[in-house]
């Protein structure tokens, strides 16, 4: 019985010994690549900043939401992933959540992209955080139905235009047959007048003393929930910009499509995104199309080759 207790004795020992060992291991590594509190990285506790990070990239908060819809439809957790992706890649500094963002998210944010159901439903809180946003000069960029709430004239007044939850308003999947109508803006650069598989609104509060600037329109189609709207032309492609009283000047832009989520990767419709998203940060419009990552350094310092791991 004594023998074993010595051997479990002995074996505890070594085990604290080679544990000690390995967390002073542990201590040299993060000294070294600058893990530690206090090291040269960036980020939170001194963390490494992201591979492949702009550090000098303009600051995105995507505010997304539950998954609603049909399969390939309103798919707002997948948008919060891929586009967290596309804008890093195109330069930006991204940061995002299912929930509306906090104070203290939108502290160092350029602009918020919205893409989430009835974002006009949102708590005392939450209203007020992006209050202050948009009067410090914040921009906001709103994609489908983000632009949808119980208080329409709110929403304009954030976004140019603002949508009735409730009402009778969308052409479901349906034709959406663009026509340029700005064709000198630097957003719509990339825009041709085409068509999209998609769904249009055509009953909008729209703001007044400044109105939104159109940059593109929408015959809409004759489906049942249309009625009597369509043939009707409606804005489905427009910037805003405007001032709270007492505060900055503040931009919107707005694409009313993204029902049908594979339409993100549409080549034209991804490009006039990511200028309306510098636009509506006061950032050069082509910041992010243009944006091209420095080469990666390989052992040595020399320039990586082949495909990133």
Request: glycine share 12%; charged share 15%.
């Amino acid at each position: 019985m004594t023998h074993r207790r010595d051997c479990r004795t002995t074996a505890g020992s070594l085990r604290f010994v080679f544990g000690a060992l390995f967390l002073l291991f542990l201590g040299a590594m993060a000294q070294t690549c600058g893990w530690a509190q206090g090291g040269n990285a960036p980020g939170p506790q001194g963390a490494p900043r992201p591979q492949g990070q702009n550090p000098n990239g303009m600051h995105i908060y995507l505010w997304a939401g539950l998954k609603s819809h049909n399969v390939g439809q309103h798919d707002y957790p997948q948008f919060l992933a891929d586009w967290s992706k596309v804008l890093t890649e195109h330069g930006a500094v991204v940061d995002g959540a299912l929930h509306a963002p906090t104070s203290a998210d939108l502290e160092h944010a350029d602009v918020v992209v919205i893409y989430k159901g009835d974002a006009g439903f949102v708590g005392d809180s939450d209203k007020a955080a992006l209050d202050a946003f948009v009067k410090r000069g914040g921009g906001l960029v709103s994609f489908h139905d983000s632009l949808c709430g119980p208080d329409p004239a709110y929403l304009a007044a954030l976004l140019g235009g603002g949508k009735k939850h409730g009402e009778v308003n969308f052409t479901l999947e349906a034709p959406v047959p663009y026509t340029v109508v700005d064709k000198s803006n630097p957003i719509m650069k990339d825009m041709s007048d085409f068509t999209l598989s998609d769904e249009a609104f055509f009953k909008m509060t729209w703001a007044t003393n400044p109105a939104p600037h159109v940059l593109a329109t929408a015959i809409i189609a004759p489906t049942p929930s249309a009625g009597d709207h369509k043939g009707e032309v409606a804005p489905q492609i427009w910037t805003y910009e405007h001032t709270v009283p007492g505060g900055q000047p503040a931009r919107a832009f707005v694409w009313m499509q993204g029902h049908t989520y594979a339409n993100f990767t549409n080549y034209q419709i991804e490009r006039t995104l990511l200028r309306g998203i510098a636009w509506a940060g006061k950032k050069p419009v082509d910041e992010l199309v243009n944006y091209v990552a420095p080469p990666r350094p390989g052992r040595g310092g020399a320039p990586a080759t082949g495909n990133p791991r």
